[in-house]
């Protein structure tokens, strides 16, 4: 596992970690990507950046496609990770003079991408804040938000065989089960919903989500939690690390495997998180929000 932190990137099975400013995503592979403010970097041995501006998401297909999202919010392309193309103005969709980053607020960009495994040139991509668009053709065109999805979309995951869509948004959750045409929100038992970070299981109706009772509680305060849902409400998690001192976690899955990392610990659940494991304690992590989060 590789775990991202604003000023470095640590190899969890290692311990060995690299230092980088300011690092705001991650996407693993081969050659694991780091974005920055400043690029985006290629580990191993020395970081080696690949591309230069502020880097806010980037993503990778299990094919080897990769994608990249800057602040001011604009999408590029690369086969390799090296080279990079954009892709058409995401500006000019009609509700982008809505968009704007409440502390930043004379700017916006792009918070997540999130390939669709179920359907080929299917990208979604969150613009924070103002909306969630998606491409059907590998980005040669956007669509825009539609009427009832969330506007503040922090996270993405989409069921790698229904195509289910799960949103984790600061002004709430939701999910799709038609590629973002429509949406719902299954809010019971969730009571801090400033989400944060989404991951669903092998079964479509277990998931696991961060949230906070807003952002200041999240990203500044520390006072968060992590919540279970396997279809019959959401339940906080009260084994792991929560309330006050806990930065919102970043959690991820894959299969039945769940692990959860925040300023207090990284975690790990090989039953759909009904029991979980301490990997790394708290003490021996960075006190500050996790900004990423890779699987092995």
Known sequence: MLAAFPDRVLDVESGSETRLSDVTCLAGGERPLVGTTDGLYELGGDPVRR???????????????????????????????????????????????????????????????????????????????????????????????VSGARRDTHELAVHPET??????????????????????YPQDGLDERYCWS?????????RVLSSARSAGHAHRRGSSSVYRNAGDGWERIDALPHGEGCYRAVVRAAGDRFVVLSNRGLYESADGGDSWTEVVPGDDLPDAPPAGLVLD
């Open 198 to 206: 989404v991951a669903v299981g092998t079964d479509p109706d277990l």
């Open 51 to 145: 591309f230069e501006g502020h880097v806010t998401a980037v993503a990778r297909t299990a094919d080897g496609d990769w994608w990249l999202g800057t602040e001011p919010s604009a999408v590029y392309r690369s086969d390799d990770g090296r080279s990079w193309e954009a892709l058409p103005d995401l500006t000019t969709l009609p509700s982008s003079d809505e968009w704007a980053f409440p502390p930043r607020p004379d700017t916006h960009h792009v918070r997540w991408l999130a390939p669709d495994p179920t359907r080929a040139g299917r990208w979604y991509v969150a613009v924070e804040a103002g909306a969630l668009v998606r491409t059907d053709d590998g980005g040669a065109t956007w669509r825009d938000r």
């Open 163 to 184: 195509g289910r869509l799960y949103c984790a948004a600061g002004d709430g959750y939701a999910e799709s089960t038609d590629g973002g045409d429509s949406w719902h």
